[in-house]
């Protein structure tokens, strides 16, 4: 049986430019699926697609049982679409946006308001409610977007990177309002440049590049096909290099990278944590002077690499990383605003995934 | 589907909207979306106001500027008061088409902020989002024209038909205001950002509004223009409502050319407006379907 989504072989050109080539998604009722992928890979075309806003020049897709090509209005009354931009009207309260929302989904002004009260009281927004929502903060406007797609319950959700430049507490909460969400059995199809939040919310993964999905499986799955953590060290002095290498391959399991212009050593290794102690007290035991030193586990680019011989570079979907700045969202690569500089905090090993990573194409050749 | 939404609560399962009829629905989310803009239209005065402060400034510059110096035939020449009566028609007619800015612009900022999506991703009447709009500024084109009457009226203009037909002569003016935000709409949907639709909104509105019976008779117009005012679906407007209002000159034919919609102003006024918003109607919802921000 087919899942709450499901698409078979959508094609979609703009011009030159094949924005969709052949993707498949089947999504069970009840779960999430994450779609993965640099901007202008395709991530949102795939959505406008499958929300009725676009039709796709070859392939077939239903959503909630429903022909999305045949009966358009049908699938729209079962779904609920948050998009890249919290598209509400600033000059109307967060109220009045969600009561006007709730009218125009054909409920009754009764009830309208009754769902647009709760809904503010569920996402924190009741003190806030009768204020326009130009005066919202970044994170606040998202969660009156979410609520607006949540108006009438709808059984499958879309969120186009929900949480694209928010800072990281934004981030979090929302976060939890998503997996709440979830837990409540909506089914979800969620695009993202974060591959910690694809982890984090996403039962399924569909990696895509250039129209395709290359790639599909939990997180854990791509992870292992990635090639798993590595440990980085960055040394203070370069004359250390070759010391703190002798460490590295002693515990390493394969090929290591050395780049004497960041005093930066890579070496991928299995074992977590408890390795990374172990290499922090012998080199400590060889008197090297260490700037930084973490485990990275792989990232979207690692991904991407690992999948496709290129880096998830920021593509020309037009718009798509406009983040407000304050969190890794503005326009670079994914997660390239999360980076920490050399001789920054070195005691959050496994938290911090991506210290000081430019030049990250070069240095991670012995990945593979 | 057995997973209606259980997020949330007791939320309003599928399909508590009661089944509607086609036409009924269109009208309920047309109204819903009319709301929204003009409660916009409340918060964001200063939008209003300057659509107010516009024509005022031209009924003052063309009275007191042009009005000493151009001779309206039949009337003796620096007579102000002839020329007053003659050109508030005009002034009024031109008031309206600028509601096709005003729509064009808001729409192209609901497209440009994604809200054009979430209308469009939502089980509502194709044409709500643009109706909604369009009656919304319908109700702004209404206020300018009564606040601009009433300038007029200080100003020395005056009536000298029944009431009946002055109101007769707004419905016209309000018709053509109606039509000519039908063309902003589909101005909005076609380009990229809001700053053009304003601009595109307006530049076609000068040569229009000018190369007509609006401000000056067009007997002093070379031949090949006074075809082309007199054909003018705005001059039709015009010489409609002056016909309405009673500001006709006694003396002076009604066409220079000989062109129908001179001979019969009303009926060549509505006759225009209802075409005009049958076609960019289709166009704009047509555009509207397609929309991509």
Known sequence: MPGAIYAEGLVKTFGE???????????????????????????????????????????????????????PDAVRRAIGLSGQFAAVDEYLTGRENLVMVGRLYQMGGRDAKRRAAELLERFGLADAADRPA????GGMRRRLDLAAALVVSPPVMFMDEPTTGLDPRNRQALWDVIQELVAGGTTLLLTTQYLEEADRLAHDICVVDHGRVIA????????????????EVVVHDPGQLAVAGQVLDAVAKGEGTADPHTRRLTVPVTGGARLLAEVIRELDGRGVEIDDIGLRRPTLDDVFIALTGHAAETGAEPGAAEGDGAGDGGGGGPRTGRRNGPGQGTGDGTGRADGGRSGATTTKEGVR | ?????????PAPALGTGRPRGGLARSVRDALVVAQRNLIRMVRIPEVVIFALIQPIMFVVLFTYVFGGSIAVPGAPSGDAQAYREFLMAGIFAQTVTFATAGAGAGIADDMHKGL???FRSLPMSRGAVLTGRTLADLVQTALTLVVLAVVALLIGWRSHHNPL?????????????????WIGALIGLSVRTP?????????????????????????????????????????????????????????????????WPMEHPVLASALWSVLIIAVFRTLAVRKYRSATA
């Not at chain 2, 589907?1 to 609560?9: E, K, L, Q, R, T």
């Not at chain 2, 037909?165 to 309000?174: K, R, T």
């Open chain 1, 134 to 137: 130009k005066t919202y903060s």
């Open chain 2, 195 to 259: 700053e053009a639709a304003t601009s595109g909104g307006l530049i076609w509105l000068f040569p229009l509004t000018f190369v007509s019976n609006a401000f000056v008779p067009v007997n002093g117009m070379p031949a090949f223009l006074q075809h082309v005012a007199e054909w003018n679906p705005f001059s039709a407007t015009v010489a409609g409502a002056r016909e309405l209002f009673g500001n006709t000159i006694a003396g002076v034919p009604r066409s220079v050319t000989g062109a």
């Open chain 1, 17 to 71: 430019v094949r924005a969709l080539d052949g993707v498949d998604l089947d999504v069970p009722e009840g779960t999430v699926l994450g779609l993965l992928g640099p901007n202008g890979a395709g991530k949102t075309t795939t959505v406008r697609v499958l929300t009725t806003l676009l039709r796709p020049d070859r392939g077939s897709a239903h959503v909630a049982g429903i022909d999305v090509l045949a009966q």
């Open chain 1, 216 to 231: 599909r499986g939990t997180s854990d799955q791509l992870k292992a096909r990635t090639g798993g953590e590595r440990i």
């Open chain 2, 165 to 181: 037909s002055v109101l007769a002569g707004f419905g016209l003016l309000l018709l053509l205001g109606y039509a000519f935000s």
């Open chain 2, 116 to 118: 054009i999506d979430r």
């Open chain 2, 1 to 9: 589907m057995s997973a209606v939404g259980h997020a949330g609560g």
